[in-house]
Every structure is written in C-alpha cells, then in structure tokens.
C-alpha cells in the first residue's frame, strides 16, 4: 500500500472514529437527561428488575418477554416472581402504574429504543455445551428491528468469546450494520441471586465491557442510573471471563466444603465446629456444606468459563472435579438416609419420605437446576413414595404437619425460613436426614443424618 492510501485509510479511521464518539456523547446526553429510551429482553430474575430499576429512575422502559402470560401480570402490575422479593412487587407495581414500563410479547416496539439489555438463559447441555438457542433467537428478533446507532448490552453470562464469535455476527447479519459504525456492542453480566435482586443491582459492582473504550464509558453513563457500587471499564472478553471465573470460585469453593463434611463424617467430626474454627485463621472462609448446588448459574457458569478452552486442548482439571463433587451431594442425601433405614430395619423400597425445599436457595421459588429435583428422582427409582413440601413453589404447597403424616423419613434440603420453626415433635417423623444444618442438636427420639456430622441417635 502506498502512502496516499495509508492517509486515505487512516483518515476514514479518524473520521469514522470522529462519528462515533459523538454518537456516544450524544447517547450519554440522552442518559444525563432521561430522555433515552430503553429495552429489556427477557423479563424473568434478572431483566424484569433491571427494566423496574431504570423506569424508576425516570426513563421509559420496553421489556419483551416471549411469555404472554408473563406480559399480561406484568402490565397489570403483578410480579410473576414469587419468592421473597423485597421491595420488587412494590416498584413493579409504582412503574407500570406511572406508565414508565410497558411489558410485551414484541420485538417491534424496540425500534425506538436508544439501548437495549438482553438478559435471556445460557445454559449449558448434558455435554456441558453452550446452548444459546434463546440468545440466538432474541439477537435475530433484535437485529431486525434494530435503530441506527443503538447500543446492545448482553447481560446474560457467556462463556468468553461469545461476543464475538455469536453476538456480533448475529447483530450484524440481522440488521444489516456493522458494529461500531451502525450499532454499538458492550457485555455487562448480571451480578444478582435470587432473594437479593434489587439490592444486588443497586450495591453490587459492575464489569462494563465495551468493543471499545468509548462503549464502555456511555455503559458506564448508563449503569451509574441505578447502580450505586463500582462500575469498572474493560473490553468484552474480560467481562466474560470475570463473570464465569467469580461462579467457577465459589462452586470449587463449595466443593471444599462438601469434601471437608465428607471427611468429617468419615472420621467423626462435626463440620461446622471445623468450619467456625478453620474461619477464625486469618484470610480463610471455608463456605457452606450442603445438600447441593442449584440455580441458573454456578451450576452452568464453571463449563461457560472453560468452554473455549477445552476446545483449544488446555487441560482442566481442578473446575469439573468441583463440578463433580457437588453434583454427587444430592445423592449422598440418599445414602444418609441408607444408613438411617438400616438402624431402622427397613429400606429406601417402600418407605415414604417428606422432602422439605423444591427450590434451590431459601425463601425463593426458583427452582433451576434444583438438588431437590435430582433427590426426587432417585428416591423415585428406589421405590420411595415421596412428598414435597416448599412454601414458596405453588405445585409444593400446603400444611406441612399434614403432609408428614404416614412418612418414615423426612429430608431437608433448603433453609426456608419456615422450616428452621418446625416441631420436630408435632411433625412426627422417625427419620431426619438433615442437608442444611437446619437442626444444632439432633431432635429428640429421632434417628437423625446430617451432612458433615456423624450423629446417631
């Protein structure tokens, strides 16, 4: 290339250059003075706060939601998360009342949406594969539609190198632009749980990855409406890998723990005195043991993060040994509760059990990628006549010192805040098997199975 082409091209870079930093002025402004228009894709735990959040900060707000029937509570006003939510019900209800969050089924209204959040499932397959149909279908609907110069934030979590590899290409075929010039890309994982959803959007920092560092400053204009913790700036793939490795470093965690409790059982400790004692040493926090891991996230997040990676050929060893270890806790629940028959005289054939928590986290009623669900199933293979019981999942609903009636055993496995009130003597139930540390002392006249104790009554 000769030198008048080199100052061709690079004066077309600075021009083009030159356009979009004023296109983001422009979006930042129309952040400053509320008179941005935003869309949410996706309107279950994440996106249906995050649209309440920015309506109430005074923009108006398009949430789609492929659920008709979620569309419809939603415009009247009624949360469709039915856990304990503070504060949710309440903003929805003041939002969709002044107007400035309108719910529907779609795509087309986002045409005049300045920027768009996709908050849509990931998740991964038996394979541990990425599965993206739902994000695929939400960028092709989007792209279709999509206004000149929008921003389009992902704040799904996927696995790194989405963002280019699926994301852009999608946005790009779909609508006809080319990322940076005819539309804008930034990554902005979500960072929330179940029972803590306003509140962990509010106080819990942000990753705003841009394709560039101007995307990521106007991410930054916009999550500074409603986000009161750090927002930190970083390119697309850093987001991806900061999100998937934070759940990838609890779930190793937490098999720590679960292996520490199986140890204890084995020798005859008590893993929570260990724990207590283990966290007065300087720079340790030995998590939870338990029953097993569950939601929408940490099950899925570990293979996100080293999906890629695997491809490449890179060992990974210690993530699906974790992996591993908590996906077996469901079934060492059954083989407590093995132990606690033998003494009994009987077997898993034939008894009738009341499972305690169909959700997978207490005082809420998601119940994604739940233990209990893995619990069920087996008990169901053995033979056992199982009852559920969870206060906040409608189909598991119900006076719980009736349902006990006629078991044999019962097995805890959520801290609903509920069940840490039972009577252990009005329930009735010879056989406790414990997964949550619901019990400090085994309950009187029972025979009695806890993880990480070794207690027989």
């Given at each position: 290339?000769?030198?008048?082409?080199?100052?061709?091209m690079s004066e077309s870079t600075d021009q083009q250059t030159a356009v979009?930093?004023?296109?983001?002025?422009?979006?930042?402004?129309?952040?400053?003075?509320?008179?941005?228009?935003?869309?949410?894709?996706?309107?279950?735990?994440?996106?249906?706060?995050?649209?309440?959040?920015?309506?109430?900060?005074?923009?108006?707000?398009?949430?789609?939601?492929?659920?008709?029937?979620?569309?419809?509570?939603?415009?009247?006003?009624?949360?469709?998360?039915?856990?304990?939510?503070?504060?949710?019900?309440?903003?929805?209800?003041?939002?969709?009342?002044?107007?400035?969050?309108?719910?529907?089924?779609?795509?087309?209204?986002?045409?005049?949406?300045?920027?768009?959040?996709?908050?849509?499932?990931?998740?991964?397959?038996?394979?541990?594969?990425?599965?993206?149909?739902?994000?695929?279908?939400?960028?092709?609907?989007?792209?279709?539609?999509?206004?000149?110069?929008?921003?389009?934030?992902?704040?799904?979590?996927?696995?790194?190198?989405?963002?280019?590899?699926?994301?852009?290409?999608?946005?790009?075929?779909?609508?006809?632009?080319?990322?940076?010039?005819?539309?804008?890309?930034?990554?902005?994982?979500?960072?929330?749980?179940?029972?803590?959803?306003?509140?962990?959007?509010?106080?819990?920092?942000?990753?705003?990855?841009?394709?560039?560092?101007?995307?990521?400053?106007?991410?930054?204009?916009?999550?500074?409406?409603?986000?009161?913790?750090?927002?930190?700036?970083?390119?697309?793939?850093?987001?991806?890998?900061?999100?998937?490795?934070?759940?990838?470093?609890?779930?190793?965690?937490?098999?720590?723990?679960?292996?520490?409790?199986?140890?204890?059982?084995?020798?005859?400790?008590?893993?929570?005195?260990?724990?207590?004692?283990?966290?007065?040493?300087?720079?340790?926090?030995?998590?939870?043991?338990?029953?097993?891991?569950?939601?929408?996230?940490?099950?899925?997040?570990?293979?996100?993060?080293?999906?890629?990676?695997?491809?490449?050929?890179?060992?990974?060893?210690?993530?699906?040994?974790?992996?591993?270890?908590?996906?077996?806790?469901?079934?060492?629940?059954?083989?407590?509760?093995?132990?606690?028959?033998?003494?009994?005289?009987?077997?898993?054939?034939?008894?009738?059990?009341?499972?305690?928590?169909?959700?997978?986290?207490?005082?809420?009623?998601?119940?994604?990628?739940?233990?209990?669900?893995?619990?069920?199933?087996?008990?169901?293979?053995?033979?056992?006549?199982?009852?559920?019981?969870?206060?906040?999942?409608?189909?598991?609903?119900?006076?719980?010192?009736?349902?006990?009636?006629?078991?044999d055993a019962v097995m805890v496995m959520v801290t609903h805040s509920e069940?840490?009130?039972?009577?252990?003597?009005?329930?009735?139930?010879?056989?406790?098997?414990?997964?949550?540390?619901?019990?400090?002392?085994?309950?009187?006249?029972?025979?009695?199975?806890?993880?990480?104790?070794?207690?027989?009554?």
């Amino acid at each position: 290339m000769n030198e008048k082409a080199k100052r061709r091209m690079s004066e077309s870079t600075d021009q083009q250059t030159a356009v979009t930093c004023a296109l983001l002025n422009e979006l930042q402004r129309k952040l400053a003075d509320k008179t941005a228009k935003l869309g949410v894709i996706g309107l279950g735990y994440v996106g249906l706060p995050v649209a309440c959040l920015f309506a109430a900060a005074g923009f108006k707000v398009i949430g789609v939601d492929i659920q008709a029937e979620r569309v419809v509570k939603i415009n009247a006003g009624i949360s469709p998360i039915e856990g304990d939510e503070p504060g949710l019900a309440e903003l929805l209800a003041k939002v969709t009342h002044a107007g400035t969050l309108h719910a529907t089924d779609t795509y087309a209204p986002l045409a005049e949406c300045d920027i768009i959040t996709v908050n849509v499932e990931t998740p991964v397959d038996e394979q541990h594969v990425p599965r993206y149909a739902a994000l695929q279908s939400a960028l092709r609907a989007l792209g279709a539609v999509l206004k000149e110069g929008a921003l389009v934030i992902i704040e799904s979590t996927i696995a790194p190198g989405t963002m280019a590899k699926l994301v852009k290409p999608i946005l790009e075929e779909t609508s006809g632009k080319r990322v940076n010039e005819g539309f804008y890309l930034g990554h902005c994982p979500e960072r929330v749980m179940p029972g803590k959803l306003l509140a962990n959007l509010r106080g819990v920092s942000r990753v705003c990855g841009g394709e560039t560092p101007e995307i990521a400053q106007t991410m930054i204009a916009l999550y500074r409406q409603v986000v009161r913790a750090d927002l930190d700036p970083a390119d697309c793939v850093t987001a991806e890998l900061v999100k998937t490795a934070e759940n990838a470093y609890r779930d190793v965690n937490i098999a720590f723990a679960n292996e520490v409790a199986l140890v204890c059982e084995a020798v005859g400790g008590d893993v929570w005195k260990v724990r207590e004692l283990v966290n007065k040493s300087p720079g340790r926090n030995m998590l939870l043991p338990g029953a097993g891991v569950g939601g929408h996230c940490i099950p899925k997040d570990p293979w996100l993060l080293v999906y890629e990676a695997q491809l490449q050929g890179v060992p990974i060893r210690l993530i699906p040994a974790a992996r591993a270890v908590n996906e077996a806790m469901p079934f060492h629940m059954i083989e407590l509760l093995e132990a606690a028959l033998v003494e009994a005289g009987k077997a898993v054939t034939g008894v009738r059990v009341l499972v305690l928590g169909y959700a997978y986290l207490e005082n809420s009623d998601d119940t994604r990628n739940s233990p209990s669900a893995v619990l069920v199933e087996r008990l169901r293979e053995l033979g056992a006549a199982v009852v559920i019981h969870d206060p906040y999942v409608a189909e598991y609903q119900g006076d719980i010192y009736r349902m006990a009636q006629g078991c044999d055993a019962v097995m805890v496995m959520v801290t609903h805040s509920e069940y840490r009130q039972l009577d252990w003597a009005t329930l009735g139930i010879p056989i406790v098997v414990d997964g949550r540390h619901i019990c400090d002392v085994a309950p009187q006249n029972r025979t009695y199975r806890a993880v990480g104790q070794r207690i027989v009554s």
